[in-house]
Nanobody, 114 residues
Framework: QVQLVESGGGLVQPGGSLRLSCAAS????????MGWYRQAPGKQRELVAV??????TNYGDSVKGRFTISREQLTNTYLQMNSLKPEDTAVYYC?????????WGQGTQVTVSS
């Protein structure tokens, strides 16, 4: 099993920045891909960004050029969010993908508002 704990959410004004962190524990050597997804009220959960063991990344279209995902060793992933917009408001979830399972954190709220 893999346990994930997110941190770094909060309230920020439009145009501002936030950095989310996700720390993995447990069966960390089984993790292949780590990433971030988000879910706004009344909407489906959507891809924000993912990164694999080799460092290859993939981003959702709405965040390309503004968000950057990074990974530290096997256990930590970070999401640097710049030029935030009100439509980025959502609960952000960390995800860890292994061969057998997809693991989720509890989520952290990001609110972009003036």
């Amino acid at each position: 099993q893999v346990q994930l704990v997110e941190s770094g959410g909060g309230l920020v004004q439009p145009g501002g920045s936030l950095r989310l962190s996700c720390a993995a524990s447990g069966s960390i050597f089984s993790i292949d891909v780590m990433g971030w997804y988000r879910q706004a009220p009344g909407k489906q959960r959507e891809l924000v960004a993912v990164i694999n063991r080799g460092g290859s990344t993939n981003y959702g279209d709405s965040v390309k050029g503004r968000f950057t995902i990074s990974r530290e060793q096997l256990t930590n992933t970070y999401l640097q969010m710049n030029s935030l917009k009100p439509e980025d408001t959502a609960v952000y979830y960390c995800n860890a993908l292994t061969v057998l399972n997809s693991h989720w954190g509890q989520g952290t709220q990001v609110t972009v508002s003036s």
